[in-house]
């Protein structure tokens, strides 16, 4: 009798179709590996993705977050959190031998891995070659719950040093909302202004929210 595709089992179904055809659920229920007593892991896995909304957020859920789902201990928080971080360095790696404008996705990718789970605005700069290769990404200025202390000259005097060309800019809003605000407009032009003395370009300003961004680049800003 022929066996149907949604009666596959995750690691099944990924054999004969490939990582792209699986759901979320499925794909954390291969990351978890094991249920729980008296709960299958396709059910623990739909039961994470209910409870906190979104892969993103399941992946992103510290162990205080975590306790209020039954079944999800110490072992599988880590392997979750390894799996984030695995993603994470996948991205920087990517990020680093590929002209970023050719490819902008891979860039926001590993934006968003870095900042969207911070509980504090962090402010990023990605220095760039003349050729839009990655030299450098640093987190430049960290600043509290709702705002960051952003200083131009410092990022500019950096990109001498290292001869960058050009520069991403990102920062995170932990509120989780990505909409820019006026003040993230007004650093993004002073840093533009600053750029111009010195031939450095900014390609983009991403701010991030909780797995969303806004781009400065794509709404035609810059």
């Known amino acids: 009798m022929e066996v149907s595709w949604q009666q596959l089992m995750p690691r099944e179904k990924l054999q004969q179709r490939g990582a792209e055809a699986l759901t979320d659920a499925e794909l954390l229920a291969i990351f978890l590996r094991t249920g729980s007593v008296g709960q299958p892991v396709m059910s623990l896995a739909s039961q994470l993705l209910l409870h906190f909304g979104s892969l993103y957020q399941v992946m992103t859920a510290d162990k205080q977050a975590m306790s209020a789902v039954k ?30 404008l050719a490819n902008p996705q891979v860039t926001h990718q590993y934006l968003l891995g870095m900042l969207a789970h911070r509980e504090r605005e962090i402010f990023m700069v990605i220095f760039l070659d003349n050729q839009h290769r990655v030299i450098a ?17 410092e990022i500019i005097r950096e990109a001498l040093k290292i001869n960058a060309a050009a520069l991403i800019l990102a920062h995170n809003h932990p509120s989780g909302m990505p909409e820019p605000s006026a003040a993230d407009r007004d650093i993004t032009q002073q840093i533009i202004n600053a750029g ?18 806004v781009s400065f680049a794509e709404r035609g800003w810059l």
Do not use: T
């Open 71 to 100: 079944g999800v201990g110490d072992a599988k928080l880590a392997q979750l959190h390894a799996v984030a971080e695995l993603g994470r360095r996948f991205f920087r790696a990517k990020m680093a031998r590929e002209d970023v």
């Open 137 to 153: 990404a640093q987190e430049m200025f960290a600043g509290s719950i709702n705002s960051v202390e952003v200083h131009p000259r």
């Open 196 to 213: 111009l003395l010195f031939n450095i370009r900014i390609l983009d300003h991403l701010v991030v929210g909780h797995g969303q961004y």
